[in-house]
């Protein structure tokens, strides 16, 4: 029998191994969520070993990656067979290896869906476990809407199955999974008023938008000379802004690599392996890294940007503090993130303490930070950073089936009506205003 040890795996083990229920757990990041499906995965494996067993799904390809190295880990005196499906891979290769029937399969759902469009041999039909990782992710609709391929790769998964699905934020989407979890499914919260570990210091940094990249480079140099053997994570809000940052602040001699959506799957990884493995002690990221990669040596989490949902907030500082360590999480929070803030201090029950800063050591950095900020963009300005963009747009759209042409004309067609609206409602308050000012006079 296998040892269980941290609380969401002692509570979430018995029933889903014991009764066969489908099971919803929620806990704080680094509380062992992975450890809770794998263990019961590779026991109910060990009794009856054939493929394919298990499916498990995760928004995004780092996080497909991570979870495949636990089950090598703790399946390999079983063993165990393992494959990875996830984008940006060749797919010819990723058929050959599903044609082998693995034990288990860990995808992202977009390239599982291509496969199982594309193909007539790739058979789920025996699977025993569908697990669902950062469940509240992959059931959201917004930026990267997961919809369809999940009805894809549900109508390919037999009814009678166990479901498993894992999040360390609850959501109304994850609380309306009744759907997917049919088996008498067991739920169980983390109950906590701080939804932040206590081995997590949090503080933020009050600064005027035109000086934040003056505080981060402010703020590195202070943490290398204080404690040379840290390592940083930086969150920012676009892939743009992450390549440029981290331009920056190699031109500051700072080791720093970057982690988007916009990279390469090879560069990931590598960019990835090399933070892990402290070849770079800086790692700057969009929140491609906020979901559940376990990188254990992070000591300090720096917010380039204030997160504009509260959840966003916790997966990213979440990767700080693991596993009872201690870390450090800092926001960088400008004149219009006030409220943010609050709609953060609010939802994790805690209130974020000032971080101290000696402001007259910032601006005697701020022109040389800004002249070098500026000469980065110009830089990346002269690539053909923004067209990689619009191509794999214009590929997503057509994988959808639709016109990327036909979509280009439909958003301009809804800008200039949003235009125009905005226009008819300015017209509208003026002439609001001069009858309330001819009135009062």
Not at 40 to 55: A, I, N, T
Not at 146 to 173: C, G, H, N
Not at 227 to 248: A, P, R, V
Not at 391 to 420: A, C, T, W, Y
Request: net charge positive.
């Amino acid at each position: 029998m296998i040892m269980l040890s941290s609380f969401i795996r002692t509570k979430c083990f018995p029933p889903v191994f014991h009764t066969g229920r489908d099971c919803m757990g929620c806990a704080k990041t680094g509380s062992g969520k992975t450890a809770a499906f794998v263990l019961p995965v590779l026991q109910k494996l060990s009794e009856d070993p054939y493929g394919v067993f298990c499916l498990v799904l995760t928004p995004t390809r780092e996080l497909a990656f991570q979870i495949a190295e636990q089950f090598r880990a703790l399946g390999k005196p079983l063993g165990l067979k393992d494959c990875i499906i996830v984008g940006g891979m060749d797919m010819v290769t990723q058929g050959l290896e599903l044609s082998k029937k693995p034990h288990v399969v860990v995808a992202t759902p977009g390239r599982l869906a291509d496969h199982i469009r594309s193909s007539d041999t790739i058979s789920l039909n025996r699977i025993q476990f569908l697990i669902l990782d950062e469940a509240d992710r992959l059931l959201e609709q917004g930026c990267t809407d997961f919809t369809k391929d999940l009805e894809v790769i549900l109508s390919a998964v037999p009814a009678k199955r166990q479901t498993l699905l894992f999040s360390a934020t609850l959501t109304d989407t994850l609380q309306q999974l009744q759907s997917i979890a049919t088996n008498r499914p067991f739920f169980w919260e983390h109950k906590s008023e701080v939804q932040t570990v206590e081995e997590l210091d949090q503080r933020f940094i009050l600064t005027p938008e035109k000086v934040k990249d003056a505080y981060l480079v402010h703020l590195i140099q202070k943490f290398q000379d204080e404690h040379d053997d840290w390592s940083i994570m930086i969150f920012t809000n676009t892939c743009k802004n992450c390549q440029i940052l981290t331009m920056m602040l190699r031109e500051f001699n700072f080791p720093t690599i970057s982690l988007h959506s916009m990279m390469k799957q090879r560069q990931r990884f590598a960019n990835l392996a090399k933070f892990k493995s402290n070849v770079f002690k800086i790692l700057i990221a969009t929140d491609v890294a906020a979901r559940g990669l376990d990188i254990p040596t992070v000591q300090v989490v720096i917010n380039h940007n204030t997160p504009g949902l509260p959840k966003i907030y916790i997966h990213r500082v979440g990767r700080t503090a693991r596993a009872g360590r201690n870390g450090v999480a800092i926001t960088l929070v400008t004149q219009y993130d006030i409220h943010l803030i609050s709609a953060i201090e609010e939802q994790i029950q805690a209130k974020l303490s000032e971080f101290p800063v000696e402001e007259k050591e910032v601006l005697k950095i701020l022109t040389q930070v800004n002249v070098t900020r500026r000469q980065c963009e110009i830089r990346l300005e002269s690539t053909d950073f923004d067209e990689k963009k619009k191509i794999n747009k214009r590929k997503q759209m057509i994988l959808e089936g639709k016109d990327p042409d036909l979509e280009e004309k439909r958003k301009h067609e809804q800008e200039k009506i949003r235009r125009q609206k905005k226009k008819q409602n300015r017209k509208e308050a003026k002439k609001r205003s001069a009858k309330t000012t001819a009135v009062d006079s």
